[in-house]
């Protein structure tokens, strides 16, 4: 069964503090997503990587960058946090054959800037 | 633009009776479709997917959807509903982008 695996479940950071989100997936996944979760907005892409060292942008990357250093390993950094980017944020794999791969999810990181 | 749309922020029925989760969506070319759910505190898990082929879709927990090209709808059904299925679901395309939500609240 696949896990990915969010490093915090809570994280309450102060307005201007650098962040990092970390996500790890267990399946040797290619294809790793992260998104924002807001009432009445549903889920918003935020950045995607189809591969190590490789990234794309989603919907709204602004404020945010992402790396990939490793294929398990993805992480999301808010440079300079802002209230604005009070959240939960989810975190998800898929394999890499096309595009009919369901994702699978972490549990999600509910992070408040304050 | 290819797009998901989930017309009800909100759908509540008794326990027992049948339910459905609406969900249209605008696409060019095959519109390879998901449905997930979400509990509370939890990530999303994936319940049933739409790729080509029988347009009826069977899927986890009991759980259906039902593709119409004509009417660009896949919603979600079930013949009889537990409070237990009260959660978050979500319609999203192959592209990764998701509908708004919709709550489900299935009362005893």
Known sequence: ?114 | AQSVAQPEDQVNVAEGNPLTVKCTYSVSGNPYLFWYVQYPNRGLQFLLKYITGDNLVKGSYGFEAEFNKSQTSFHLKKPSALVSDSALYFCSLKDMRFGAGTRLTVKP
């Open chain 1, 1 to 114: 069964d696949v896990k990915v695996t969010q490093s915090s479940r809570y994280l309450v950071k102060r307005t201007g503090e650098k962040v990092f989100l970390e996500c790890v997936q267990d399946m040797d996944h290619e294809n790793m997503f992260w998104y924002r979760q807001d009432p009445g907005l549903g889920l918003r892409l935020i950045y995607f990587s189809y591969d190590v060292k490789m990234k794309e942008k989603g919907d709204i990357p602004e404020g945010y960058s992402v790396s990939r250093e490793k294929k398990e390993r993805f992480s999301l950094i808010l440079e300079s946090a802002s209230t604005n980017q009070t959240s939960m944020y989810l975190c998800a794999s898929s394999p890499g054959q096309g595009r009919n791969s369901p994702l699978h999810f972490g549990n999600g990181t509910r992070l408040t800037v304050t």
